[in-house]
């Protein structure tokens, strides 16, 4: 199981007051998403906010 708080794609909307998954999923993947709800998340990837820095 993946955890949302570190994907890349967990973000924050001030306005709702609520995190969402900010992934950009088109009707099929969004389907897909949708029912595999407990097993892990196949769009999930690592959100290291530090993998440019180490780079330069």
Do not use: I, W
């Amino acid at each position: 199981m993946t955890n949302c708080e570190d994907c890349v794609y967990y973000e924050y909307d001030p306005e709702a007051d609520t995190n969402y998954c900010g992934a950009d999923l088109d009707e099929d993947e969004m389907e897909r998403f949708l029912r595999s709800a407990n097993d892990s998340c196949p769009f999930y990837r690592p959100g290291d906010e530090y993998r440019t820095a180490r780079r330069q």
